[in-house]
């Protein structure tokens, strides 16, 4: 599989993505329980299908381009609210970057790493290993980059962001990301409950960071990406669950804007696994 993955680095973009997204509909069509997922939680949205259609092809693409991005050469990115990121670095408390399954959230960090992160300011995010001992080695090897740092989903884990924001440092997390059990609150996502992680607002709350929310767009014809950043639209409430549900509501108008790229097949509404 290593092999592939570097067979398939040095392919252009646009093939990537082509590839990607005939196995994102090839999935859709012979797997029920993936569709039926993908198509419940793109209703509780609100969504019509045209809409949704078009992240049936993005799942597919999320993954083929991963060979490129971890392997490959560099990608042309372009930056939409790169001041903001400028200014909140500024401000020396540090900065929470808040980035859901949209688009290529694999690219929004290695942006952030490329454009800020190579000088004392380097991006730390949450790592889970994953199971293949083949694909762990290469993920902990293409995500330890110059500017960018992660750190393991245990409490090690924790402290090394809380390090990080006090010494003015970026964190990135997915905060619709399932987490484990005890680390969340039930709050609702798309007017469904979700159990829905309180880490973000607990580092924000406990280090005064600034929240930022970010998400790289997948330009057309394998163009390369575009970085949108911009502010927390209101401030987090001191109570946990209303800023988590605060989180939430971000979350769903970030997604909004850009449905056809949202990770819609996600099991966001599963039960949490339990913290080993």
Not at 250 to 264: D, H, T
């Given at each position: ?15 990537l993505h ?223 669950l209303d ?34």
């Amino acid at each position: 599989m290593i092999t592939l993955f570097k067979l398939l680095s040095a392919w252009p973009l646009w093939l990537l993505h082509g590839l990607g997204a005939t196995l994102g509909w090839l999935v859709f069509v012979v797997s029920p329980a993936y569709r039926k997922r993908f198509l419940a939680n793109a209703h509780l949205a609100g969504l019509v299908w045209q809409q949704w259609l078009g992240a049936v092809g993005s799942a597919g693409k999320l993954v083929a381009e991963l060979p490129r991005l971890w392997l490959g050469r560099p990608v042309p990115v372009l930056w939409d609210g790169a001041d903001l990121v400028e200014a909140a670095l500024a401000q020396g408390h540090g900065v929470v970057f808040l980035t859901p399954h949209l688009g290529c959230f694999e690219i929004a960090a290695q942006a952030y790493a490329q454009r800020f992160g190579q000088t004392d300011k380097p991006m730390t995010v949450l790592f889970r290993p994953p199971r293949q001992a083949w694909l762990r080695a290469l993920v902990s090897e293409s995500r330890q980059r110059p500017g960018l740092l992660t750190a393991p989903t245990t409490l090690s884990g924790v402290k090394q962001l809380i390090k990080a924001l006090k010494n003015g440092e970026s964190v990135g997390l997915l905060p619709d990301q399932v987490p484990p059990q005890g680390m969340g609150v039930m709050a609702p996502f798309f007017g469904h409950e979700a159990y829905t992680m309180t880490l973000s607002v607990r580092l924000a709350q406990q280090t005064g960071a600034c929240v930022l929310l970010a998400w790289g767009e997948r330009l057309s014809w394998g163009r390369g990406y575009r970085v949108h950043v911009q502010h927390l639209s209101e401030m987090l409430p001191a109570v946990l669950l209303d800023a988590a549900t605060a989180v939430n509501h971000a979350m769903e108008l970030l997604v909004l804007q850009c449905p056809q790229q949202y990770l819609w097949g996600y099991a966001r509404y599963k039960r949490p696994r339990t913290l080993t």
